[in-house]
């Protein structure tokens, strides 16, 4: 009799267990994301392309902004009950959130195709070795001047391709002395130039092992270096909000700007200055090993949640791996692929107005490719704030190796070392 009971209860867990899992594959897809001009609209385009050949399946698209998104993760206490199949996560938190909350994000290594998405994107989603991110828009590093303000110096965008910071410096003085405007601007304390020069050469704030690096950092010693050396001559302008670092571009106050390639949907809304921009690479590091011409600032990768309806959020999620999706979105949404593949749709060998009739998106797809991948982290932000303030000290007069000293125990103190 106990053997027939215990029977019934196996046999009862065994169809609880069965109902729960029909209950979460119920043949529906929920997303969160952000911003309806970008993420959603994307969104919605692999929506359609997806049911095209699975009209059965309801995707619900749902508008939450990022920090909504974290807030929920966070308040889920690891219950994904109350979470969607698919969230969009920033670039710079995956880490963080993954390691904070592990039993929330599911591990895809071996399950999703990431060999033909830029290495740099796909590590930002890489934790211990493995994958919980699909890849989305990027955030590689374009150098984009004014070919008329280059050429009443004297100069070509071909002279600005492939160098490094020491000619850039030499070219920005002499066409700051001839045109009167700087080569660059950003905003002070974002430190967004900083750690874009750092990440060019595969270095950042923390070891591998996930310990704050900024005392014994050469490379970030180098960068911080060549950025006080470009305020000092104002090759480089500081501005404090954003609206004023748009207003520079906007405004022509500046030759050009060099920051992630999300940038252009600011120059191409400027219909007066079609014609009169020119792309090509930033420069590299002189003396930190591993320099390269390429980086990133800025993007956003998918996650899959666990214990929701996986196979069915994975299979859909293979649009990302489309290049017609690629093209498709990129007019009208400036998403720009890391996924390698799509610098051969349609769209992106197609010429540029604004760029001199060159196929820029395809360029940028290839830089994105040989972008060097960087260390983020559970503590990136904190990172990021303390190396702000010891940066504007450093500008201000401060001794390097104290701010960095100091930058290194606060950030040590909030990790709890």
């Known amino acids: 009799m106990k053997k027939f009971v215990s029977l019934l209860l196996v046999l009862a867990m065994g169809l609880s267990l069965c109902s729960i899992a029909a209950a979460e594959a119920d043949g529906k897809i929920t997303i969160w994301t952000w911003d309806p001009t970008f993420n959603i609209a994307a969104m919605k385009v692999a929506k359609e392309m997806y049911q095209k050949d699975h009209p059965d399946v309801e995707i619900e698209i749902v508008e939450k902004l990022s920090e909504d998104i974290e807030t929920a993760v966070i308040a889920s206490n690891g219950d994904t009950s109350t979470l969607p199949d698919i969230l969009l996560v920033q670039d710079n938190s995956f880490q963080k959130f993954v390691t904070n909350y592990p039993e929330v994000y599911a591990d895809i290594t071996g399950q999703y195709d990431l060999s033909e998405f830029a290495p740099g994107k796909v590590a930002y989603s890489t934790v211990d070795g493995k994958n919980y991110g699909i890849p989305f828009d990027a955030g590689t590093v374009t150098a984009t001047y004014r070919t008329d303000y280059l050429e009443e110096a004297g100069y070509t965008i071909a002279d600005l391709t492939d160098i490094d910071w020491d000619r850039f410096i030499e070219i920005g003085r002499d066409v700051k002395a001839k045109t009167g ?17 750092l990440q060019s ?11 704050v690096n900024f005392v014994n950092n050469e490379p970030l010693r180098e960068v911080l270096s060549y950025y006080k050396q470009m ?13 004023e670092y748009i207003g ?3 405004n022509q106050t500046v030759v050009g700007t060099m920051t992630g390639c999300w940038i252009l949907s600011t120059i191409m809304s400027l219909p007066e200055q079609s014609g009169l921009w020119g792309l090509t690479n930033m420069p590299k590091l002189v003396a930190s090993e591993g320099a390269t011409n390429y980086s990133n600032n800025g993007g956003s990768s998918w996650a899959i949640i666990n214990d929701k309806d996986f196979d069915l959020a994975l299979d859909f999620m293979q649009i990302y791996r489309n290049v017609d999706f690629y093209s ?13 593949p799509a610098k051969e749709g349609a769209a992106y060998t197609a010429g540029s107005d604004y760029f001199n009739g060159e196929p820029i998106f ?12 960087n260390i983020t982290g559970a503590f990136y932000y904190d990172a990021r704030r303390a190396l702000a303030t010891a940066n504007t000290n450093y500008l201000h007069g401060g001794d390097l190796d104290s701010e960095l000293q100091t930058a290194e125990d606060t950030v040590n103190f909030t990790m709890g070392f």
């Open 362 to 373: 395809a360029t940028i797809v290839e830089y994105g490719a040989l972008t060097p991948s």
């Open 328 to 340: 498709e979105i990129l007019p009208m949404t400036s998403a720009i692929a890391t996924y390698t």
């Open 201 to 211: 050469c595969g270095a950042s704030m923390f070891t591998e092992d996930g310990a």
């Open 231 to 243: 305020v000092d001559e104002g090759i480089f302008i500081e501005v404090n909000t954003w609206d």
């Open 248 to 250: 520079t571009i906007s």
């Open 181 to 197: 405007r700087p080569m660059l601007s950003g905003q002070a304390e974002a430190v967004d130039m900083i750690l874009i020069m």
